[in-house]
C-alpha cells in the first residue's frame, strides 16, 4: 500500500521569507500524481499544486513551487515571500490508478509578522 | 470558479441516529468522492463513485454506509445508524476524469457530530 511521510509535525516561517515542507512517499508505481493541499482555519481542503511523475520539470505556481525527486521519492513545497494568509496546515497526497488520494498526517505552517 | 458544496455545513445527531450528507459537484465533472477527516488526524479515502456505481471503497466503507446519485446533481453520503466514532469532518470532492489524471476539487466539508 501506497504511505506518504510528512515528517514536520509544525513549522513557523517569518512573513516575506521562505520555507520548505517535506514530504516522502513509497510506491512501486512509476507513473503517479502528486499534489499539496492546503487546510486554513475553515477546514477547507484547497488545492495548491499538482505534479505528474512522469514530468521531470517542477511544477510551479506563483510563490509555491515544489521539488520533486522521483528516484528519492521526495516532493517537497517551497513558499516564497510567506504571506499571513498562508498560515494553514498543508497536507502532501499521492495518487495512482483508481483516482484515490492518499495524504500524508499534515504539517502546520505558522506565518508569523 | 465552479466548485463542490455540501450542505448541511455542520450536523449534529444522536447516536443510532441516520444521517444524509449531500453534495453537488462540479457540473462537468463525472467522479465522485467522499474522504473524512477525524479531529486532528489525516484525510481518508472512503469512497469512490462512478457511472453510477462505486469504483472503490475502503476498509472504513462498511455496510452502514451509502453513497447515492439520487439525480443529476446531487451526490449523498448516507450513514445509516451513526456511532459516536463517526464523528468527523466530511469531504466531498469531484473529478473531471479519472485512471488518475484528473485533480479532485474539494467541498468545504461538512462537520458530523455525534452524541
Known amino acids: 500500500a501506497q504511505t506518504v511521510t510528512q515528517s514536520q509535525p509544525e513549522m513557523s516561517v517569518q512573513e516575506a521569507e521562505t520555507v520548505t515542507l517535506s514530504c516522502t512517499y513509497d510506491t512501486s508505481e512509476s507513473n503517479y500524481y502528486l499534489f499539496w493541499y492546503k487546510q486554513p482555519p475553515s477546514r477547507q481542503m484547497i488545492l495548491v499544486i499538482r505534479q505528474e511523475a512522469y514530468k521531470q520539470q517542477n511544477a510551479t505556481e506563483n510563490r509555491f513551487s515544489v521539488n520533486f525527486q522521483k528516484a528519492a521519492k521526495s516532493f517537497s513545497l517551497k513558499i516564497s515571500d510567506s504571506q499571513l494568509g498562508d498560515t494553514a496546515m498543508y497536507f502532501c497526497a499521492f495518487m495512482e490508478y483508481g483516482n484515490k488520494l492518499v495524504f500524508g498526517a499534515g504539517t502546520i505552517l505558522r506565518v508569523k509578522s | 470558479e465552479p466548485e463542490v458544496t455540501q450542505t448541511p455545513s455542520h450536523q449534529v445527531t444522536q447516536m443510532g441516529q441516520e444521517v444524509i450528507l449531500r453534495c453537488v459537484p462540479i457540473?462537468?465533472?463525472?467522479?465522485f468522492y467522499w474522504y473524512r477527516q477525524i479531529l486532528g488526524q489525516k484525510v481518508e479515502f472512503l469512497v469512490s463513485f462512478y457511472n453510477n456505481e462505486i469504483s472503490e471503497k475502503s476498509e472504513i466503507f462498511d455496510d452502514q454506509f451509502s453513497v447515492e446519485r439520487p439525480d443529476g446533481s446531487n451526490f449523498t453520503l448516507k450513514i445509516r445508524s451513526t456511532k459516536l466514532e463517526d464523528s468527523a469532518m466530511y469531504f466531498c470532492?469531484?473529478?473531471?476524469?479519472?485512471?488518475?489524471?484528473?485533480?479532485?476539487?474539494f467541498g468545504p466539508g461538512t462537520r458530523l457530530t455525534v452524541l
Open positions: 470532492a469531484s473529478s473531471e476524469g479519472g485512471a488518475g489524471t484528473d485533480t479532485q476539487y
Open positions: 457540473s462537468n465533472h463525472l467522479y
